[in-house]
């Protein structure tokens, strides 16, 4: 999925990469050993099979550097490259790629991790109406390029945030009272434009939803095969159901079969291994 968010969006979070990279006195080695006239192209190349992501965000930070690079993305974010592949050449001042190089690597195969590891969730689920979601559970400061990242996999995001929706956890529910109790304040406060989404660990706390009613969306938390079939057929498609916890990728495919709408996971982005890629002169 080719998804893109304005750069003036991303823009902080990379100058903040870049300004951690380079310190108090800039990338003194480059100064010293590279004449500031040098001219070169480089090219970001892949060394691994991936799902492509942090184009956009390697561009910024080359572009953040030094406005009159040339850079040319050859790989889209959301395509399949392979190794050898170019996926982007910077042409101009080699200070100016060599200062930009960590930071836009550091991205690209973060970001590449992750839409590679979705794409391998999301692969279990052919023949099934599951999508693959995200949670919350993120790098700090790189919420929003990590969760684009899942979209270049083929996967959906969950919340950005807090604020985006009420979700009501078990924790939730136990200092409100019980289920009965939180739903009954949503009913009571929570704006019309809010979704609601509610977690469940029984089937009981499944039927007390489903009879007060107020939640748009329930979330079936650590409930193995039978149950998660079982809560499906209690749903009846009246509400969107969520399955989560312990999922793993040699689970996905049994549990998309239960007929849930939405798996969440968040090794998605915790547990992505980055990809190799280098920038070659």
């Known amino acids: 999925m080719t998804a893109t968010l304005p750069d003036l969006i991303l823009?902080?979070?990379v100058k903040n990469a870049l300004l951690e990279d380079l310190g108090s006195y800039g990338d003194i080695t480059t100064r010293t050993v590279v004449p500031a006239g040098v001219t070169y192209t480089a090219r970001l190349n892949a060394r691994a099979e991936a799902v492509?992501?942090?184009?956009?965000?390697?561009?910024?930070?080359?572009?953040?550097?030094?406005?009159?690079?040339?850079?040319?993305?050859?790989?889209?974010?959301?395509?399949?490259?392979?190794?050898?592949?170019?996926?982007?050449?910077?042409?101009?001042?080699?200070?100016?790629?060599l200062t930009g190089e960590r930071v836009a690597l550091n991205f690209a195969g973060r970001l590449a991790g992750i839409a590679t590891k979705t794409a391998s969730f999301v692969a279990q689920t052919r023949g099934t109406q599951a999508r693959i979601?995200?949670?919350?559970?993120?790098?700090?400061?790189?919420?929003?390029?990590?969760?684009?990242?899942?979209?270049?996999?083929g996967g959906?995001?969950?919340?950005?945030?807090?604020?985006?929706?009420?979700?009501?956890?078990?924790?939730?529910?136990?200092?409100?009272?019980?289920?009965?109790?939180?739903?009954?304040?949503?009913?009571?406060?929570?704006?019309?434009?809010?979704?609601v989404e509610i977690e469940v660990d029984t089937l009981d706390q499944l039927a007390e939803v489903l009879s007060v009613g107020g939640a748009s969306v329930v979330l079936l938390d650590n409930m193995d095969n039978d149950m998660l079939r079982e809560a499906v057929a209690m749903v009846d498609g009246r509400i969107t159901t969520e399955a989560s916890g312990n999922v793993h990728l040699d689970r996905v495919a049994s549990i998309a079969a239960t007929g849930v709408n939405y798996i969440s996971a968040g090794a998605l982005t915790h547990s992505a291994q980055t990809v190799d890629f280098g920038l070659d002169f």
């Not at 490259?81 to 042409?91: F, W």
């Not at 979601?133 to 996999?153: F, S, Y």
């Open 11 to 13: 823009e902080p979070m």
């Open 52 to 97: 492509v992501s942090g184009m956009q965000v390697a561009r910024l930070a080359f572009h953040l550097v030094d406005p009159a690079l040339d850079v040319q993305v050859n790989a889209p974010d959301g395509t399949r490259c392979a190794p050898g592949d170019t996926l982007m050449t910077i042409t101009g001042a080699a200070q100016s790629i």
């Open 133 to 153: 979601t995200c949670t919350r559970k993120t790098t700090p400061g790189l919420r929003i390029v990590e969760k684009l990242a899942v979209l270049h996999g």
């Open 156 to 195: 959906f995001n969950h919340r950005y945030s807090l604020s985006d929706a009420i979700l009501i956890k078990d924790n939730h529910i136990a200092a409100a009272g019980g289920v009965r109790a939180v739903l009954e304040a949503v009913k009571a406060q929570a704006s019309h434009m809010m979704a």
